[in-house]
């Protein structure tokens, strides 16, 4: 499994963004996609998660009811809608994949993960 995130970049606060995260290989809707971040001098942060077959959500307290995560089965692909930005969700922000994963919210739970994409919200 090969995981490609992408639509990353520069923007000011209260502005939205949406990330995508393009996954190779067969049997993606057995897959938990998950979305973390990293922020310069920071640890690995859990930012949002679905379960596989488009089933249940999980988000960090940290994004709550400002991101929305999504996969679309057809594309391979997960989506980090990510809306009222704030200079604090600046950070690299990577997909992750785990098989038959039940929504984890620690690093070390994902298999799979893609190279990240960076995030820049300005005041």
């Known amino acids: 499994v090969q995981l490609q995130a992408s639509g990353g970049g520069l923007v000011q606060a209260g502005d939205s963004l949406r990330l995508s995260c393009a996954v190779s290989?067969?049997?993606?809707?057995?897959?938990?996609m998950g979305w973390f971040r990293q922020a310069p001098g920071k640890e690995r942060e859990f930012v949002a998660s679905?379960?596989?077959?488009?089933?249940?959500?999980y988000y960090g307290d940290s994004v709550k009811g400002r991101f929305t995560i999504s996969r679309a089965s057809a594309k391979n692909t997960v989506y980090l809608q990510m809306n009222s930005l704030k200079p604090e969700d600046t950070a690299v922000y990577y997909c992750a994949a785990v098989l038959f994963g039940d929504n984890p919210t620690a690093p070390q739970d994902y298999s799979y993960w893609g190279q990240g994409t960076q995030v820049t919200v300005s005041s």
């Open positions: 679905i379960r596989r077959n488009g089933g249940s959500t």
């Open positions: 290989g067969r049997a993606f809707s057995t897959y938990t």
